[in-house]
């Protein structure tokens, strides 16, 4: 089953690094599955796939192991190596992620995690409340500082650094573990909605506003304040997704 291959253009089938070739297969395949355009229960064949891809039989059998590693296939002897069924991925994988958000899947993926960050955040922040450092607080006060001004100066580039920075201190802030496991995902998700336009031209001002509530509570010690700003903040990212994504056919509204 093709799965959207490209030859390398000088023809060669191993050209370039071994690490380039396994990025670039490893993508290829990913996107193929997560996106849907090879289907689950569909069989994968080395051979096929090496001549597909103008690669050898050693990167693509590596690539399934990574395949393999994240749940999204399974090799079965004398049979060959299937999709696997989306309940048996690793959904909190970041390559899954990106590979998801790469594919028609878009919307899907990006509603999870948008679902996910209102589940986690706002305890996250009250946790860094009542469990943070005060150099901690003061660090998040000074970097909402500087998301205000990178946002009304509509630099997006620097905004989307400083928010993912900020996400991820209040993870960590709340000095749980697993809590700070997901910062990769929450990154993956902002990320996502810049990449793909999803996100305002300039950011709101209430979002501004929250994110200097939530790091002022956090700094003050004042757990309940700490997760109703995040609550909001996380509320607003659903209401803003709400507005351009169809519950019906899943798909995404025009946004101009």
């Keep these: ?43 994968l064949y080395i051979d096929d796939l090496a001549a597909e891809y103008g690669v050898s039989r050693s990167v693509i059998r590596e690539c399934l192991r990574v395949l393999a590693s994240m749940g999204l296939v399974e090799s079965r002897r004398r049979v060959g190596t299937r999709i696997c069924p989306r309940e048996e991925w690793n959904v909190f994988d970041p390559q899954v992620i990106r590979w998801r958000l790469a594919s028609d899947d878009r919307v899907g993926q990006l509603r999870s995690l948008t679902e996910l960050r209102a589940a986690v955040e706002p305890e996250a922040a009250a946790l860094a409340a009542l469990r943070g450092r005060l150099d901690e607080g003061s660090g998040l006060v000074a970097l909402a500082a500087q998301m205000w001004s990178a946002g009304m100066e509509g630099d997006l580039d620097t905004f989307l650094r400083l928010d993912v920075e900020f996400h991820r201190r209040v993870l960590a802030g709340s000095g749980n573990e697993m809590f700070l496991k997901l910062s990769s995902l929450v990154g993956e998700v902002l990320s996502g909605r810049h990449q793909y336009g999803l996100m305002p031209h300039h950011p709101d001002e209430l979002a501004l506003s929250l994110h200097a509530d939530v790091a002022q509570a956090i700094q003050r010690r004042e757990e309940s304040l700490a997760r109703e700003a995040m609550r909001r903040i996380t509320v607003q990212a659903l209401e803003e997704m709400a507005s351009i994504w169809d519950e019906t056919t899943g798909s995404l509204h025009p946004t101009n």
């Design 1 to 43: 089953m093709s799965t959207g291959a490209a030859v390398p253009s000088d023809g060669h089938p191993d050209a370039g690094s071994t690490q380039g070739l396994h990025a670039r297969v490893l993508d290829g395949l990913g996107t193929a599955i997560a996106g849907g355009r090879t289907p689950v229960g569909a069989l």
